[in-house]
Structure formats: structure tokens, C-alpha cells
């Protein structure tokens, strides 16, 4: 993977470049959009970029893409890779993009440490960033080849259902009307909305519905708060986007599916919106007949709260073998239980293989717990959306 020349000067040079690269990040970003303002317009997320979210995640995936090589020489960390490269196509990531950001970055690392950057080691670096940037197109052009597509498709909003008071469920059915590949449950799409500006937003969300239909379902919580720009997108999405409206949107994405299950027990675990993905988990495992066990678990703030809940329990109930376990931090009824997910006094059987998606601190504790009961760290698996995506990618 990285030469042995550029290994020690990687090795010799990270703690510089890792003090440094919040402030190479912001100056990278700050550098691209000035020279490209329709990427911030139409493709990266507005919201993380105000918040600097975006900046420390970029900074977070060099330095531990980094990290990595210099302390596995001959490995590369495929799954961080596999998930950055999941979400780039989502989002229609092209290979020539890389040699722009490529630009922009590597100018910014010279403006910061500025006669540190000898030629040895802006060689060293841009053979990092090179293994990164080429490990991802190859990835990327794999997903597109067995998407058949790397553009956007229109999609008629036909229905809106109210879940809870900030969640709604959208089923959209492509205008054209022509055939829909199948998804994988756990995976998701990217929507693309027109905002009031003129600007191209473009979110993620899980597919909340079963597979095997020619319905797409999401189901999108309006971020609280300021609604410019943090939650602009689901604001938008529920203020103004009807029956009737069209959204773009991507071929199905994500790695957090349900590989070769059958004998196998699961455990499911989500926190407020990350159920959706786990509601489409349930209803592929009710239609397959899954025998083995499975183990809901949801957290949420309120009964009141929890999207999907009927479905949530309504598949679990199909299977022959599952429990569900419902936590809530306020107004807990009688058949759920009071405070944070705790899996102290839940059975976890032998061999469970886990799948996790919500806020990262609940997926930390979820997976500590877990590896506390026996679970293997390799059969724990993550979905993370937003700028937190390499950090559960590393675990």
C-alpha cells in the first residue's frame, strides 16, 4: 500500500499535520467553494458546512485514513472506505472531483504549514490521498455498474403520512413509470430537493419500507430548531413538498443490509429516527420467514415519539421467535421501560450478529454492552448519517 519512503515521512510528519488539519480544512473548504460555489450550492450539505461539522469530518477521515497506513502497511481500512464511497455515490460523486479537491486541499496544507511542505513531504502526502482518492472511484464505480445508474430520478410524492408531531413518511412512485430495481432493507437514497434560493439540497434518508415493491418509502423527522440551514431540507420537505410534488432521487445505497441471516440470531437496535432502517429489517425477515431469534430494541424520548411504532411491533410479532424492547425517557407506559436502552436484564443469545443505527453515542453504548455479553466486535454493524460517518466506521 504506501511505500516505505512515504510511511516514515507520513509517520514523522502526522502530529504536525494532525494540529494543523482543522485549521488545512477549514482553509480547504473556504479555498473550494470560493473557486466553486455550486458545489456548496447544489451538492455538499449546507447545514454541516455552518455548523463546521463537515470540516472535522474530513479532517477526521485524513487523519485516521493515515493513521491507518502508516500502522497496517499492507491493509487498507475497507470499511471506512466502503462507507465513504456508499454515500459518494449516493450523491453522484464523479472520479474527476477527486483531482479538484486534490487542488484545494493540498493548497490549503501548503498555506498552513508553509516551508514545513518540502517536496518530500508533499510526495509522501499526496500518495495518502492518492491510495484514498482511487480506493474510493474504484469502489464507487462498482456500486454504479451494479446500480446501473449514477444520475437522478424523478419520483411523485402519492402519499403523506404523519408518524409523529416532526415524522413523516413520504411514498413516492417514479414518474415515468418505468421499473424499479429492488432494494436491500437497511439501505437509503439521497433526495434531492429545489429550495426557495434556488439552491440543490441533497439528504439522505432510510428506506422505511418493505422491499420487493415499486413504492419508495421515507420517512424524514424536521430537524428542530433554526430551520436554515441545520434542518432546511426536512423543513422543506414537510412544510411544502405535497401529494403531487416530484423529488429526485438516487438508486438505492448503504451497507447496512442483512447478509446470508437465515440460522443466524439478530439484534436490532435503534434510537429515534434510526428505526427506519430497522422496520425495513423486519419486514424482510417476517416476508423470508426467519426462524432464528431477534431482538428489538428501540429508544426514544416518548411513546408518543416513536415513528413507526405500530410497524416496529407489527413485524416482530409475524416472526416466530423475536422480543421487543422499548425504552422511553418520558411518559412511559406500562409495556415499555423507563430511561436510556440498558440491555442489563435482556438475553442476548450465542452467535447474535447486531445491526445499530441512531446517534452515535447511542451506538457506543449499544456496542459496549453487547461486546460486554459476548458479541463479537466483527458481528456489530452501524448506520451513521451526516459528518459522524468515518468515526463509526472505525469501529
Not at 273 to 283: E, N, Y
Amino acid at each position: 500500500m504506501l511505500s516505505e519512503q512515504s510511511a516514515a515521512t507520513v509517520r514523522a510528519t502526522l502530529p504536525v499535520v494532525g494540529a494543523a488539519i482543522g485549521e488545512i480544512t477549514e482553509r480547504f473548504y473556504a479555498g473550494l467553494f470560493a473557486a466553486h460555489p455550486e458545489l456548496l450550492r447544489d451538492l455538499f450539505n449546507r447545514g454541516n458546512q455552518a455548523a463546521g461539522t463537515q470540516r472535522q469530518a474530513l479532517a477526521g477521515s485524513i487523519a485516521a485514513f493515515a493513521t491507518y497506513l502508516v500502522d497496517h502497511p499492507d491493509q487498507r481500512p475497507d470499511a471506512m472506505l466502503g462507507r465513504i464511497a456508499h454515500k459518494h455515490a449516493s450523491l453522484g460523486v464523479a472520479p474527476e472531483q477527486y483531482a479538484v479537491v486534490h487542488e484545494h486541499l493540498f493548497a490549503a496544507i501548503a498555506e498552513v504549514l508553509g516551508e514545513a511542505v518540502t517536496p518530500e513531504v508533499a510526495a509522501a502526502w499526496d500518495e495518502v490521498y492518492w491510495l484514498m482518492a482511487n480506493a474510493l472511484i474504484a469502489i464507487e464505480k462498482r456500486l454504479y455498474e451494479e446500480s446501473g445508474s449514477r444520475g437522478w430520478r424523478e419520483w411523485e410524492v402519492v402519499e403523506r403520512v404523519p408518524e409523529t408531531a416532526d415524522v413523516m413518511t413520504f411514498r413516492l412512485r417514479p414518474v415515468d413509470g418505468g421499473p424499479v430495481r429492488d432494494f436491500r432493507a437497511g439501505q437509503y437514497v439521497s433526495v434531492g430537493v429545489k429550495l426557495p434560493d434556488g439552491a440543490r439540497q441533497i439528504r439522505q434518508y432510510s428506506l422505511s419500507g418493505a422491499p420487493g415493491t415499486t413504492v419508495r418509502q421515507i420517512s424524514v423527522k424536521a430537524v428542530r430548531g433554526d430551520a436554515a440551514p441545520g434542518g432546511e431540507v426536512s423543513h422543506h420537505l414537510h412544510a411544502r413538498v405535497q401529494v403531487g410534488e416530484v423529488l429526485q432521487l438516487s438508486e438505492p445505497y448503504g451497507d447496512l443490509v442483512l447478509d446470508d441471516v437465515t440460522d443466524t440470531p439478530l439484534l436490532l437496535a435503534s434510537a429515534g429516527i434510526g428505526v427506519t432502517p430497522m422496520v425495513a429489517m423486519l419486514a424482510q425477515l417476517a416476508e423470508t420467514g426467519h426462524s432464528a431469534p431477534v431482538t428489538v430494541v428501540h429508544g426514544d424520548r416518548s411513546p408518543a415519539d416513536h415513528a413507526l411504532r405500530a410497524d416496529h411491533e407489527a413485524y416482530a410479532a409475524k416472526l416466530p421467535d423475536a422480543a421487543a424492547h422499548f425504552w422511553y425517557e418520558e411518559q412511559a407506559p406500562e409495556e415499555g421501560r423507563s430511561g436510556l436502552v440498558d440491555l442489563g436484564g435482556i438475553a442476548v443469545p450465542e452467535g447474535t450478529r447486531a445491526y445499530l443505527c441512531g446517534p452515535l453515542p447511542f451506538m457506543r453504548a449499544v456496542r459496549t454492552q453487547l461486546i460486554g455479553k459476548g458479541v463479537a466486535p466483527a458481528d456489530i454493524h452501524y448506520e451513521v448519517f451526516g459528518p459522524d460517518l468515518w468515526l463509526a466506521s472505525r469501529g
